[in-house]
Each structure stands twice: as structure tokens, then as C-alpha cells.
């Protein structure tokens, strides 16, 4: 029965796209199961003045959830984002990058608590999403989507929505909270415009201008 159960995970994170979308959502879940069972946060939320004595919340934030529907909601994003990214990065960098944005959007609130003395609690996926999200729009330019699979949106409109839910989400608190909340946001656009694609070179609408420029030049 164990090598059963053990061969079926398998089939399912390795079989077909996306391994590393599918392991992340499944570790997410099982946290949000222990955490509603237990009703504690374990000490996963990132708190910025706890920063030095819990750096491990750099990186374990995101797997906080308020609630189902939070949890729903943000797995549904994070299966069409994540698995747009994963087939376009690869795996590996594709991991590299959710990292980077997950510390890079905790950091981005650290930084504003240092220049504003206030902050939130950060729990939950939303800000390395929002991140995400940015850097999809910049390596699928003009392609658009259902949200919720209710609404099209095209891809550069979904970036501006998701830098405005980051930023009023913040700005209630402090204006330069809001500002710094918004790192990971930009983070992301530089992976989006920096990193090609495994299928090939992708670039934003104005880098493949200037690269056609200089082509026109040396030719």
C-alpha cells in the first residue's frame, strides 16, 4: 500500500508539466490543513521587527492562508500563473525565481517598516502572486485571459491590477509602506525582462525595438 501511495504521488508531480507548481500547491495545502487543525501560525508570518530572529519567515509567509476561500482563490492564480511560468522558465529557474520573489516582497515590507516605523503582518500568497503575475505580463505580452474564468483581461492590464491591489492594500497604513510593497512587483518585471525563455528569446516590445535598431545599424 506504501509503495502504491508513494508511486501515485509520483505519477502525479513528475508525470506530464509543471512538477514544481504541483509540489509547491500541495505543500501549501497541507500547511493550510495543519494550521486550520491547530489554529497557530507556527511562527511562519513574517513580522518585520522579528526579521533578524525569524529570518526562516523570509520564505514562509506564503503559506499562511486566512481562510478557504483565500485559499482557493489564490490556488486557482497560482495553478495558471505558476504553470504559464514553469513551461516558459523551466523548472529549475522557475523555482530560483518564486524564491527570489517571495524574499523580495517580504524585504520590500521590511524596508518600508525601517522607513515608516509602521507595517502589516504579511501572511498568505498574494504579494510573490502580484510579483508573478508582473512577470508573466512582460513575457506574454498582449495575450489575454479569462480571470476567474469570468472576465478577459489582456496581460498588461492583469499587471496593473495586480500593482494596484498591492499598493492601495498598503497605503492605508503608511504611503512609503505602500511604495516599498511594491519591490516585489518589480522584482518580478526584471525577471520577466531579463531571463528568456527555455523555447527561446523573449523580449519585451521595447527591447525587441532597440534590438532591431542596432540590427538595422550593422547591417
Known sequence: MERSLAHRVRT?????FNPAVKLI???HLVFFLITAIWRTGFGLA????YLFQRP???LTYPLLNTGFISMLLSGLW???M????ERFWGSKRFIVAWIALVAA???GIWLGFLISGSYQIVLGWYLPLAALTVAWSVTHQGQAVMLYGLIPVKSQWLAWISIAGVFFGYVGTKFFLALCALIGCGVGYLFGVIWPGRTGVHFPRWRRKIREIRLKRVK
Open 78 to 80: 497560482w495553478w495558471f
Open 46 to 49: 513574517f513580522q518585520p521587527h
Open 82 to 85: 505558476g504553470s504559464a511560468m
Open 12 to 16: 502525479f508531480l513528475f508525470t506530464g
Open 56 to 58: 526562516w519567515t523570509l
Open 25 to 27: 500547491l500541495i505543500i
Open 105 to 107: 516582497s517580504a524585504l
